[in-house]
């Protein structure tokens, strides 16, 4: 899943590249992607675009109308960006491309989703705080508001898991499955910690880990096109992904616990004192 890093680079690369820009087709092949009816989705044609930017990990892309296109890309979806659009036919349900937006200077972009379970979003509104989840979204944790005495009032009275709270987006915005298991690995903090027992000494970890988790990723994101931008993401991590690796810090034995539709990874040494934590699949089977 892109998260708040590749998001940003996305948008960087986007804005650098679509502004002044005008959008000459808009192609829906994935009707039950797009949220929204009115301003209706042919209501893009013929503006032009004003910047690109990001709301956590939701893409803005504004123009002269006051029109935006906002879209999330969800747990399977990417842009794909040519210079040089091809004229083939898209034809819905026979494509992974759910939305085709074709530029006046002959460029355009696909938004595509794989698998069979389809979570991408679009929608085309006049405010993004329209998007319903832009408007339920928390506060950014590199915008130089986001303090460490923020964050310890957004863990305040929280008894859930650190983990589970890091990717609530109504909390935090922005952070996803990967990058809480990276912030957690670099803050040496379980993932199972609940959050409202968190001494001052462990929030002062977890913020310093948090910004400088996601400041790095960002650094590594910025510059790149989309289709470099998952690969980058796949490099950088220490122990997301990368199950029976060793630790990059301590050499330990990476491990996961996994869930109905996603795992963790986290190391053992580093974050829970050598413990190793229960598999919920094996723990399902056993009851």
């Known amino acids: 899943m892109p998260e708040m890093p590749e998001v940003q680079g996305l948008v960087a690369f986007l804005d650098e590249r679509l502004r002044g820009v005008q959008i000459s087709r808009m192609m829906l092949a994935g009707i039950a992607a797009l949220k929204t009816y009115d301003p209706p989705i042919d209501a893009l044609k013929g ?137 957690l690995h670099a803050a040496r903090m379980s993932p199972y910690a609940l959050a409202a027992t968190l001494d001052d000494a462990e929030i002062d970890r977890l913020y310093a880990a948090m910004r400088d988790t996601l400041a790095d990723a960002v650094a590594t994101a910025s510059g790149k096109p989309p289709a470099e931008l998952k690969d980058a993401k796949r490099r950088g991590m220490a122990v997301h992904g990368r199950r029976g690796q060793a630790c990059p810090v301590c050499g330990d034995e990476v491990r996961s616990v996994f869930f109905a539709d996603n795992s963790l990874e986290y190391c053992p040494t580093c974050q829970t004192g050598g413990r190793i934590l229960a598999d919920r699949r094996l723990s399902r089977l056993l009851k």
């Open 47 to 183: 503006t032009t675009v004003t910047g690109a930017s990001r709301h956590g990990k939701f893409v803005d892309l504004s123009t002269d109308a006051g029109i935006h296109l906002v879209f999330h890309l969800a747990k399977a979806g990417w842009l794909r960006f040519t210079d040089t659009l091809p004229a083939t036919l898209i034809k819905p349900g026979k494509t992974p491309i759910a939305l085709r937006v074709a530029f006046a200077d002959g460029s355009g972009f696909d938004l595509t989703e794989a698998g069979t379970k389809k979570s991408l979003a679009i929608y085309v509104v006049r405010s993004p705080a329209d998007v319903p989840g832009i408007a339920r979204l928390g506060p950014d944790p590199l915008e130089a508001s986001f303090t460490r005495d923020t964050l310890a009032g957004l863990l305040a009275g929280r008894r859930t898991q650190i983990k589970g709270v890091l990717r609530d987006q109504s909390v935090v915005a922005g952070i996803g499955n990967a990058y809480s298991d990276e912030i």
